[in-house]
Structures are given as C-alpha cells and as structure tokens.
T-cell receptor, first 112, second 115 residues
Framework: GENVEQHPSTLSVQEGDSAVIKCTYS??????FPWYKQELGKRPQLIID?????GEKKDQRIAVTLNKTAKHFSLHITETQPEDSAVYFC???????????FGGGTRVLVKP | GAGVSQSPSNKVTEKGKDVELRCDPI?????LYWYRQSLGQGLEFLIY????????KSGLPSDRFSAERTGGSVSTLTIQRTQQEDSAVYLC?????????????FGPGTRLTVL
C-alpha cells in the first residue's frame, strides 16, 4: 500500500519567516495530494491540494510543489503569522484511489 | 450547506462497555471514512465505505471494532468491550468521490474516554 513520510515532525519559525514541510510517497500511481491544517482541538481542514498534472499551485501565502519523479511534495507557507500555528498533514491515495494515507503530521509554531 | 456531523461530541464510558459513535456525512457524498486520532498523534485510518461496495476494513485494530453504513448515508462505529487504549478522538470524513480524486471533509469528532 501507500506509504507517506512527513518531515519535520515539529517546526518553529519566527513570524514573517517561511515554513516548508516535505512529504514523500511510495505509490508512483498516486495522482492527488492534499494538505490539511488542524488547529488545536478542531477538525482537519483542507487548505490546498495538487493533482499530478501540475508541478506547483499557489493560494495567497500557501503553495504546494510536486515532484513526481522523486515522489515528493512540499507545502510552503510564506510570511508566517501566529494563526498559521497548527498541525499540518499531507496525504496521498493508493493507486486505486480508494483511501488516503496521511503523513504523521508537522506541528508548526509561529513565534511572534 | 450542512457539513459532516458526529454524535456524541464526548463519550465517557467504563472499561468493558460497548459504545456507538454516529456520523452523518454531507448529503450526496458517496464515500465515508472513519479515523482515530490519539492525543497529539496523527490520523489512523479505520474503515472506508464507498457506495454499495464492500467496505475497506483494513484499518480496524481488532474484532472489537465494527462499522456499518445504512442506506448509503449515516454510519455507526461500534466498539465492543472497550479498553483504555481505545481512548481517542474518532473522526469521520466524507467525500463526493473516491479519495483519489476528491476532498475529504471532516466532522468535529467524538472524544472517547474509557475509564
């Protein structure tokens, strides 16, 4: 099945700096890569996703890049703000697309 | 429109008791998933339903865990003879299409505490 590794497990940045989280996956047929943000005590919510036909996608301060050859994708947060503090999960589906495998999560702390 | 809802929001039970957790997915979503999240940990896949297909139960940790989905909508996760290690937040999610091509929307979760 799909194996998703996420690094780092914790990330502390100064407000205004950038944060980068990287995930690797094992199934070369995976074609959809979402990122979820989970604030303390709340449910995970999708913040951005990318499909295999593009290499990069941006949404304001958030961007995701995909390298299918190397089988890794990354989340980039620029100009970080305290409200970006949360746990971020990447995910990738099995080839048949019948369920997502989630990475272990990255706890991001933005220090004011 | 209404999102995914779960009930109860909190459940405290005694070791050895059975519990039932309910999930109401977004109307029209054909796929439904159950996950377990222990404190400070990641999302552990439990079970997945897609339309009328046989559910994918590959994530259920033991035969004390079972789930059903009636009429392609509401789902119930049942844990029999609960153990303290079952204490966690149980999250339900639904999607319009298969996870390989669709966003999963999560419910608020049920926090289960086994004393």
């Amino acid at each position: 099945g799909e194996n998703v590794e996420q690094h780092p497990s914790t990330l502390s940045v100064q407000e205004g700096d950038s944060a980068v989280i990287k995930c690797t996956y094992s199934d070369s047929a995976s074609n959809y890569f979402p990122w979820y943000k989970q604030e303390l005590g709340k449910r995970p919510q999708l913040i951005i996703d990318i499909r295999s036909n593009v290499g990069e996608k941006k949404d304001q301060r958030i961007a995701v890049t995909l390298n299918k050859t190397a089988k890794h994708f990354s989340l980039h947060i620029t100009e970080t703000q305290p409200e970006d503090s949360a746990v971020y999960f990447c995910a990738a589906p099995k080839a048949a697309g019948n369920k997502l495998t989630f990475g272990g999560g990255t706890r991001v702390l933005v220090k004011p | 429109g209404a999102g995914v809802s779960q009930s109860p929001s909190n459940k405290v039970t005694e070791k050895g008791k059975d519990v039932e957790l309910r999930c109401d997915p977004i109307s029209g979503h054909t796929a439904l998933y159950w996950y377990r999240q222990s404190l400070g940990q990641g999302l552990e896949f439990l079970i997945y339903f897609q339309g009328n297909s046989a559910p994918d139960k590959s994530g259920l940790p033991s035969d004390r865990f079972s789930a059903e989905r009636t009429g392609g909508s509401v789902s119930t996760l049942t844990i029999q003879r609960t153990q303290q290690e079952d204490s966690a937040v149980y999250l339900c999610a639904s999607s319009l299409v298969l996870a390989g091509d669709g966003t999963q929307y999560f419910g608020p979760g049920t926090r289960l505490t086994v004393l």
